[in-house]
């Protein structure tokens, strides 16, 4: 496993991040799941202590959840009751295999520079008609939390760009106000795409 200051983070905290105090992202993943057929075929990367996994398999979605980090992997399985696959987003090799990606609050660890080519191949797994959902930290400036844990924060004009460039249709950005496990109040920049 490749040194990862946010991998690290959930390695080591996974038992008490996956017992945290969250609000799921009700609304925005009814609205995901709404625009999908049912029974329809999910990836999920970034799947923590699967939770919105949960969310999904209830509804009758055929989901694969997958994780970075093997300890909180083990966290989702013992909640989904359910193999979870430790997928770093680079290993993705997929093509046409889903109906809908989501990522919720997940590729903001993904290295700027690095993301364009995760976002390639986020496309390349999904179907002609598949849907894709991810959750950003936004900002201007790259960096990390005082837990370590690194954020891209980029700019949705940026974002935009780069969806654009790896296939997909006009990205809808949504900007709303927010917070996470470190407390602080933040500004998310919410994106649903479909390829183009």
């Avoid at 997958?66 to 909180?72: E, H, I, L």
């Avoid at 359910?82 to 997929?94: G, I």
Wanted: with cysteine.
């Amino acid at each position: 496993m490749p040194h990862d200051p946010s991998l690290a983070f959930y390695e080591a905290n996974a038992g008490s991040y996956a017992v945290r105090r969250r609000s799921l992202p009700h609304d925005r993943l009814e609205a995901f799941l709404g625009a999908l057929v049912p029974g329809s075929r999910i990836l999920e990367l970034g799947c923590g202590a699967g939770d919105d996994s949960a969310a999904m398999l209830a509804r009758g979605f055929d989901v694969v959840p997958t994780d970075g980090s093997a300890a909180m992997a083990q966290q989702a399985e013992i909640r989904l009751r359910r193999p979870v696959r430790v997928m770093l987003f680079s290993e993705l090799d997929a093509s046409a295999a889903y109906d809908g990606v989501w990522a919720n609050a997940c590729l903001l660890h993904v290295p700027l520079a690095e993301l364009p080519s995760i976002l390639g191949r986020i496309r390349r797994a999904l179907r002609p008609s598949g849907l894709f959902y991810a959750s950003f930290k936004a900002g201007q400036q790259e960096g990390c939390d005082r837990f370590g844990r690194y954020y891209n924060r980029p700019a949705p004009e940026w974002l935009i760009h780069q969806y654009r460039t790896q296939g997909f249709a006009e990205p809808v950005v949504e900007c709303a106000h927010g917070g996470g496990y470190d407390g602080v109040a933040t500004e998310w920049l919410h994106v649903v795409a479909r390829p183009a």
